[in-house]
């Protein structure tokens, strides 16, 4: 008798399996990856190296320890590990990737069974956890091309385009140095463009859908607008792309129906959009994230069109 196959959602029928999306992500993450690298130096590396290390090393040992199938080759742990540190100040402490990642491995996603099993974003969480836990070392921000060195000891500190819209201090920088790169932030947030090239070969592979991400910024510009501030600045500023585009869109803590992502995607910008205008943080994208993604199986119930039926043509 043919045995079935039990395994978390998505159930697609298609060539691609696990690994080949997630190397499609990694791929997709490598303009951010190299953005960062030329505006904040060599320690990007160094931070990439130490939290793929321990998120790869994390996942092997639960898996060895609970004499279950060893599932690091899939590259999950991998591609988390990246956007983990995408979301981290080129200043943090090397010690930082290393509690993040395992956090981020064992607590959010192998404790509830592993891949498709966890009901929030990994990375999102994780920056949250370390945000709260090490709120100095996770706001420490520098300019571009700032020379640090390996331990980052003689950093001289600087704000955020969104710090400096929310607090004052300084004066805001371009729309187009933004777009580029040039403004200080977490390491893989601050070059729209590098952001969009990623976002364009997600679509070009379907690895991803547009919708929720384009809900997302479309909500996100409504309210500035609403709310009187410019929506361009918003969209550029802080996390809001790379959130958009790499971690709101993850199949197992985003809907799986059209209209769920939209209504998903919706959610998340009237959150990050009163979290940034109203609330004590300037900003809101990963907090938004663990939110939306809690309700994801609520929205998943809202009233889906059952495979096979739709309108009858007379």
């Known amino acids: 008798m043919e045995k079935l196959t039990v395994a978390a959602h998505p159930h ?3 060539r691609d399996n696990t690994q080949t999306l997630m190397f499609d992500v990694i ?16 320690r990007v590396m160094v931070l990439l190296t130490i939290a793929i290390l321990a998120s790869v090393l994390s996942e092997w040992i639960w898996c060895k320890l609970q004499r279950v199938p060893n599932t690091v080759w899939d590259l999950s742990a991998v591609v988390s590990a990246i956007i983990l540190v995408m979301n981290l100040p080129v200043t943090a402490p090397l010690w930082i990737p290393i509690v993040g990642s395992i956090f981020m491995i064992i607590i959010v996603k192998m404790c509830f ?8 974003n990994p990375a999102a969480a994780a920056r949250i956890f370390l945000v709260v836990s090490f709120p100095a070392a996770m706001t420490k921000w520098v300019v571009p091309f700032t020379k640090l060195d390996i331990f ?4 001289i500190t600087s704000a955020t385009p969104l710090a400096i819209a929310k ?15 040039f403004t200080g932030g977490c390491i893989g947030e601050t070059s729209v463009v590098a952001i969009l090239i990623g976002f364009i070969y997600l679509l070009w592979r379907k690895v991803i859908k547009w919708d929720t991400t384009i809900a997302y910024l479309a909500t996100v510009a409504a309210f500035m607008l609403v709310v009187g501030n410019n929506p361009v600045f918003h969209l550029f500023a802080g996390g809001l792309m790379f959130g958009a585009v790499f971690m709101a869109t993850d199949y197992t803590t985003s809907p799986i129906t059209a209209r ?24 809101g994208v990963c907090l938004s994230i663990l939110v939306m993604n809690v309700l994801t199986p609520l929205i ?5 069109r059952r495979f096979g039926t739709g309108r009858v043509s007379s």
């Not at 980052?152 to 950093?155: I, K, P």
């Not at 607090?167 to 790169?181: D, F, K, Q, R, W």
């Not at 998943?300 to 889906?304: E, G, S, Y």
């Open 12 to 14: 697609i029928r298609a």
């Open 27 to 42: 791929i997709a993450l490598l303009p951010p990856m190299i953005a960062g690298i030329y505006f904040f130096g060599y």
């Open 113 to 120: 069974g592993g891949l498709g099993q966890n009901f929030v």
């Open 152 to 155: 980052a000891s003689q950093a």
């Open 167 to 181: 607090y004052g201090g300084g004066e805001l920088p371009s729309i187009m140095s933004m777009y580029l790169g």
């Open 260 to 283: 769920g992502r939209v209504i998903f995607g919706v959610g998340l910008g009237l959150l990050t959009g009163i979290i940034r205008v109203f609330g004590g943080y300037p900003e």
């Open 300 to 304: 998943d119930k809202i009233k889906p």
